[in-house]
Every structure is written in structure tokens, then in C-alpha cells.
């Protein structure tokens, strides 16, 4: 799955960290998420989508 | 997309209870490892010195005992432990530890379960090793038990630092 986290934090100019601080999760699980390495749970996937104020399928993309 | 620009929310009072009880959680695990290191190898140490100068064997006397509630003793902080870590760590972390038991340890149980069969199929089969030990049928299933304790750990270690070092 394909996410455009890493560009929509940097928008907002937050770091790795203040996102994970956040999100209630470590700095490696978003770093992981922001490369790809690891897809969200179906609730962390909704807190940041709630974070972002975006709908899911604004950030995350469900690759063939 | 939607144009509102969001905030980061304020670090807030529970968040910042998680984290100081993160911490706490590891300097528990480290404190309790000097603990047990020291005063199980400090009255180790004493129990079988006195055994050895009353004459007696690894499996006479106090030795058995000490060994028996040290590992009781052990058993119980090292669950409040694990509940306590388990609860303190985030979504990524737990699945790291459930595939890791899943596939790491069930992989080891599937790699060493056809090396254990010519025990058990031919009479004959022997390892000298465990002869030598002189083990009795009670104290063999127990070798046994500890054994398969130790290789699911194995493999549950590999798999883990293996997966955690692939998702960094």
C-alpha cells in the first residue's frame, strides 16, 4: 500500500517525532509507515486520517 | 482534498504518563536483571559452597531447592513485567512479537520436530551426551520441555530482530 504521509507531514512542517507524539505510537512505526514498510491497522489508520483532517483514501492507496 | 490545515494536538498529560511509564518499565527490567544476576548467582554461590563442604553432589541438599524458587521467584515479576510492556508498546511493536511467535517460533518447532523422530523411531538411536548425563525417564522429558523452550526462543529471536531490523 502506497501513503503520501511523509509529504503531508513535511506540509505541515512537523517532524517524524511530533507525528508519533500524536498518534500515541513509536518514531520507528512512523518512519516505517512513511516508507511503506509497514501498513496501519484499520484504527491508526482512521486517528491519522483524523489527525490530517483527510478522508483515508486521501492518504493511503491501495496498490494492484 | 480537504483544504482545512490541521494542528498537532497538545501533548497531553496521558501521553506524557506513557512515556515516563515506558521508561519506567525498562529501568524496572534493568534494575530486576542486577538483581537477579547478583543475588541469584551471590546465593547460588552460597548454597552449593555449603553442599560442597557437607560432601554433597549438584542435586543434594539446598542446591534442588534453590534452584526450584529462584525460578518461581523469577516467574512472577518477569509476567507483571511482560503485561506491563505489552500494554506500553504501540501496534507495530505487537506485531512484530505476534509474527515473530507465529512464524519464528513455529518455524523452529517445524526445522527440529524431523531431527527428534530417529530418537523416538529407532531404539537404538543414541546421543552420547545425553547418556552420559545419566538421566532418568522423569528428568528426560524435562531436558526435553527446556529444550524445546529454549529452540522456540531461538527461533522467536531470530525472527524478530530479523523483522524489526527489515521495517527500520
Avoid at chain 1, 501513503?3 to 512512523?30: C, E, F, M, P, Y
Avoid at chain 2, 534453590?66 to 505487537?94: G, Q
Avoid at chain 2, 513455529?106 to 526445522?111: D, I, L, P, T, Y
Amino acid at each position: 500500500m502506497k501513503n503520501h504521509l511523509k509529504v503531508l507531514r513535511a506540509g505541515r512542517n512537523w517532524s517524524q517525532a511530533d507525528l508519533a507524539d500524536a498518534l500515541d505510537v513509536s518514531r520507528q512505526t512512523i518512519n516505517a509507515l512513511e516508507t511503506g514498510k509497514y501498513d496501519p491497522s484499520l484504527p491508526l489508520a482512521f486517528k491519522i486520517a483524523r489527525l490530517f483532517a483527510l478522508k483515508i483514501e486521501d492518504i493511503f492507496e491501495d496498490l494492484p | 482534498m480537504n483544504e482545512e490545515q490541521p494542528t498537532l494536538p497538545e501533548f497531553s498529560q496521558k501521553r506524557a504518563k506513557k512515556l515516563s511509564t515506558k521508561r519506567e518499565i525498562w529501568l524496572i527490567a534493568l534494575f530486576g536483571i542486577i538483581v537477579i544476576a547478583l543475588g541469584g548467582g551471590l546465593i547460588g554461590s552460597m548454597v552449593g559452597h555449603a553442599n560442597n563442604r557437607a560432601g554433597l553432589g549438584l542435586n543434594d541438599g539446598f542446591v534442588p531447592w534453590f534452584l526450584v524458587a529462584f525460578s518461581f521467584a523469577t516467574m512472577i515479576p518477569t509476567l507483571w513485567w511482560s503485561i506491563k510492556y505489552w500494554r506500553s508498546i504501540d501496534e507495530m511493536a505487537k506485531r512484530a512479537h505476534l509474527d515473530a511467535f507465529c512464524w519464528g517460533g513455529g518455524m523452529s518447532w517445524a526445522v527440529f520436530l524431523p531431527l527428534t523422530v530417529p530418537m523416538l523411531a529407532f531404539a537404538e538411536f543414541k546421543l552420547d551426551f545425553i547418556e552420559g548425563l545419566g538421566a532418568s525417564a522423569t528428568r528426560a522429558f524435562g531436558l526435553g520441555v527446556f529444550t524445546t523452550i529454549m529452540i522456540t526462543v531461538l527461533g522467536y529471536g531470530l525472527f524478530w530482530t530479523v523483522w524489526w531490523a527489515k521495517k527500520r
